[in-house]
């Protein structure tokens, strides 16, 4: 399985509602990451965690909340967004090892869209 | 600070066209550059890195990089572009602590 998964792919909310989005990879990688995206820009990285620890948090909001259960999964539970947090959200992961150990698999995204 | 500038911005061509998208890095370690593919919808796939040895890398679809060190640069070629190339096109380069540093991306259309 060479593929990152990610649930849901469409999301709507309320500014008031508690959701989660959910990535998974069975690749073995050992590093995954969220991202958020705005229509025709570049990824912004959110966090990463490595070895199922977070490593980096980039001043992000705490109405984003990531979790790493274990090492295939990757949660961000969301919770009193604002509209300007709509957007596609994407996970990805990456070896942590060999030759490409640095190379990032993303998934399909959750698109979101905050009311 | 690692940074990745892609010079275009938007792109138009007409199918059969050759194309170069530039892109140059500032980044002091070891390099590991990629070419990512964003269809109209779609989500972000990988068209071609360069991790060592050959610098010039050849990836899906017909496209290809060369890696030139002494320029920092890691231009995107493909020599007869298709409608289908349509998409937005991001330049990457690894920075610390596994972390992607991307370009502002070019959007290519291609004119049928």
């Known amino acids: 399985d060479t593929e990152v998964t990610q649930t849901p792919k469409h999301l709507v909310m309320g500014m008031t509602n508690k959701k989660s989005l959910k990535c998974e990879q069975h690749m073995g990688h050992r590093a995954m990451y969220w991202y958020k995206q705005k229509a025709k820009k570049p990824p912004e990285l959110m966090f990463v965690?490595?070895?199922?620890?977070?490593?980096i948090n980039e001043s992000v909001p705490s109405r984003f909340s990531p979790e790493c259960p274990n090492s295939s999964l990757l949660n961000l539970h969301l919770h009193a967004l604002q509209p300007e947090d709509s957007a596609l959200y994407l996970c990805a992961s990456s070896p942590l090892g060999g030759v490409s150990y640095n190379e990032q698999f993303f998934g399909p995204g959750t698109r979101l869209t905050v009311l | 600070a690692q940074s990745v500038s892609q010079h275009n911005h938007h792109v138009i061509l007409s199918e059969a066209a050759s194309l170069e998208l530039g892109c140059n890095y500032s980044y002091g370690g070891t390099v590991n550059l990629f070419w990512y593919v964003q269809y109209p919808g779609q989500h972000l796939q990988l068209l071609l890195k360069?991790?060592?040895?050959?610098?010039l890398v050849k990836g899906i679809k017909g496209f290809e990089a060369e890696f030139i060190k002494s320029k920092f640069s890691f231009n995107l070629r493909k020599p007869s572009v298709q409608w289908s190339d349509t998409a937005e096109y991001f330049c990457?380069?690894?920075?610390?602590?596994?972390?992607?540093?991307f370009g502002q991306g070019t959007e290519l259309s291609v004119k049928p």
């Open positions: 965690y490595s070895y199922e620890k977070l490593s």
């Open positions: 360069y991790f060592s040895g050959d610098p």
């Open positions: 990457a380069v690894n920075a610390e602590g596994g972390k992607l540093i």
